[in-house]
């Protein structure tokens, strides 16, 4: 009887332990399930409207794809056995040797090397109203005439001369596109920069920090539009220039004054002396190959005659006394 009693008793006890047991284990579990509900949960102050949210702390731009939902953090990796050997410092050492071998050696691009000489920059806001008027030319695509005039700082302008023959000139403009037109470079005191003239062409010296101004004067007795480039760009819009582009009217023998890249109606971005590096055609569409240079292209209005090459060289060779000896009558 007794015996029974304590086997009993013994039993009771084993249930009521394992009972504890199996209580507690539940209850362990809850806080886990818990940590990973609010890991699945977007970060707090990152919530886009609707249910997309952003990621990483950065909120999602316009029109940019939503990024992907978060989820849960995946388990971490259980431990390596004791018994697999850790890769030696010398064999991970050869390794990465090795993949630095493989690899594709990376050289920095050397800097480029500074041009020497004068660029234009874009200046200063400047004050320059137009208006426009109607002119229709008698050829579209083709002007009558087109010229250049070049410009450098002192060191460049000596190297230029000593590479031809040159003749130096007083301040003034220069007469070009066979005197149809006289063009100068004047500076901030009103006065035309000086230059000189190398074969057939024309060269203007200015320094670093100067703002000029294109001058044309026409010198025919008609009205023409003169469409004007600066470093290879339109003055007008600041692109590529061509002729097909719309440029400035210059009346009967008047004179015209461009003081900048045109930037409205009423002003203009003033054309200053500077490095190439600096120069609006390098800052604007990285190319330098024009650099240096002023061009015009001419155009005259329909039912006008233009002085051309041809009319300029016929007058210049001219013979006042084309007869040598006296003839009879009907020969």
């Given at each position: 009887m007794n015996r029974t009693r304590r086997i009993g008793l013994a039993c009771l006890a084993v249930s009521l332990l394992a009972g504890a047991a199996s209580c507690g284990g539940g209850t362990a579990a809850r806080p886990a399930d818990a940590a990973t509900s609010r890991a699945a949960d977007?970060?707090?102050?990152?919530?886009?409207?609707?249910?997309?949210?952003?990621?990483?702390?950065?909120?999602?731009?316009?029109g940019a794809p939503a990024p992907p939902p978060l989820s849960a953090s995946p388990p971490a990796p259980a431990a390596p056995a004791a018994d697999v050997e850790a890769p030696s410092a010398a064999h991970?050492?050869?390794?990465?040797?090795?993949?630095?071998?493989?690899?594709?050696?990376?050289?920095?691009a050397p800097e480029p090397i500074e041009r020497p000489g004068l660029g234009?920059?874009?200046?200063?806001?400047?004050?320059?109203?137009?208006s426009t008027a109607p002119f229709v030319r008698a050829d579209v695509e083709r002007p009558f005439a087109v010229a250049s005039l070049f410009y450098n700082d002192a060191e460049g302008a000596r190297a230029m001369a000593s590479?031809?023959?040159f003749r130096r000139t007083s301040p003034q403009a220069f007469t070009l596109a066979g005197g149809a037109v006289?063009?100068?470079?004047?500076?901030?005191?009103?006065?035309?920069?000086?230059?000189?003239?190398a074969g057939e062409t024309s060269h203007v010296v200015g320094e670093a920090g100067q703002r000029y101004s294109v001058v044309l004067r026409n010198l025919t007795p008609n009205r023409i539009e003169c469409v004007v480039s600066v470093d290879g760009l339109d003055v007008m819009d600041g692109q590529p220039a061509a002729f097909d582009k719309r440029g400035y009217l210059v009346e009967p023998h008047g004179e015209l004054e461009i003081d900048g890249f045109r930037q409205s109606m009423d002003t203009v971005a003033a054309f200053r002396f500077g490095s190439v590096r600096g120069s609006?055609?390098?800052q604007k569409h990285g190319d330098t190959r024009n650099v240096g240079v002023?061009?015009?292209?001419?155009?005259?209005?329909?039912?006008?005659?233009?002085?051309?090459?041809?009319?300029v060289r016929r007058r210049r060779e001219a013979n006042p006394f084309p007869g040598q000896f006296a003839t009879p009558p009907g020969l």
């Open positions: 977007p970060a707090p102050g990152f919530v886009a409207s609707g249910s997309s949210g952003a990621r990483d702390g950065a909120v999602a731009e316009p991970g050492a050869g390794r990465a040797e090795g993949a630095a071998r493989r690899a594709p050696s990376s050289q920095v234009t920059e874009w200046g200063e806001t400047r004050v320059s109203r137009i590479a031809s023959g006289a063009i100068g470079l004047r500076g901030e005191g009103g006065g035309f920069l000086s230059g000189f003239v609006y055609a390098n002023i061009g015009v292209a001419l155009f005259h209005e329909r039912g006008t005659a233009p002085w051309t090459l041809d009319d």
